[in-house]
T-cell receptor, first 111, second 114 residues
């Protein structure tokens, strides 16, 4: 049972435009959400997180939005850069216990 | 560099065999997590250790076992290997017992079972 879903396996965006990556979850008890970025031959690296008490968190070009009623979160990257091309995983946990990861979305930013 | 070291990077073995994957966490991190990533699958949580003790268990098969040693390094043992065990195995560490801090991942061990 996939508790965290990323329904878009891939996304292509023009450099300078906005990238929007989406993630849905099923467990309403999840209260902590993270996005990780993964380059080939490397492990995932932390990008940004959000607690369920907030609905938005920004860090530079990256913003995560959380819609608890819809059990949906999204990652916005503005402006997108070629170096952002990677696989992005969303993850969720309940009270910091085991993290559930989505299947990832491969982002390609076209120069 | 995340500070998490996994060895070996690649492992090729045959069905029925047993292998051991090793992970050294970041300096000071007490929690170690093991994840499996198969083709088209997300990162599947296997098991977590905190300061030598098992803290949480996920979708880990009975053929798999893990432990965390006093020096905090961890090993994941996979036995009676099957073709379907071929995957990328990641280790991650954090300083938190409950995992409410971000995880730092190693670069993974690619296991191929032939």
């Amino acid at each position: 049972d996939q508790q965290v879903k990323q329904n878009s396996p891939s996304l292509s965006v023009q450099e300078g435009r906005i990238s929007i990556l989406n993630c849905d979850y099923t467990n309403s008890m999840f209260d902590y959400f993270l996005w990780y970025k993964k380059y080939p031959a490397e492990g995932p690296t932390f990008l940004i997180s959000i607690s369920s008490i907030k609905d938005k968190n920004e860090d530079g070009r990256f913003t995560v939005f959380l819609n608890k009623s819809a059990k949906h979160l999204s990652l916005h990257i503005v402006p997108s850069q070629p170096g952002d091309s990677a696989v992005y995983f969303c993850a969720a946990s309940e009270h910091g216990n085991q993290f559930y990861f989505g299947t990832g979305t491969s982002l390609t930013v076209i120069p | 560099d995340s500070g998490v070291t996994q060895t070996p990077k690649h492992l090729i073995t045959a069905t029925g065999q047993r292998v051991t994957l090793r992970c050294s966490p970041r300096s000071g991190d007490l929690s170690v997590y093991w994840y499996q990533q198969s083709l088209d699958q997300g990162l599947q949580f296997l098991i977590q250790y905190y300061n030598g003790e098992e803290r949480a268990k996920g979708n880990i098969l009975e053929r798999f076992s893990a432990q965390q040693f006093p020096d905090l390094h961890s090993e994941l043992n996979l036995s009676s290997l099957e073709l379907g065990d071929s995957a990328l195995y990641f280790c991650a560490s954090s300083s938190s017992r409950t995992g409410d801090e971000k995880l730092f991942f190693g670069s993974g061990t690619q296991l191929s079972v032939l």
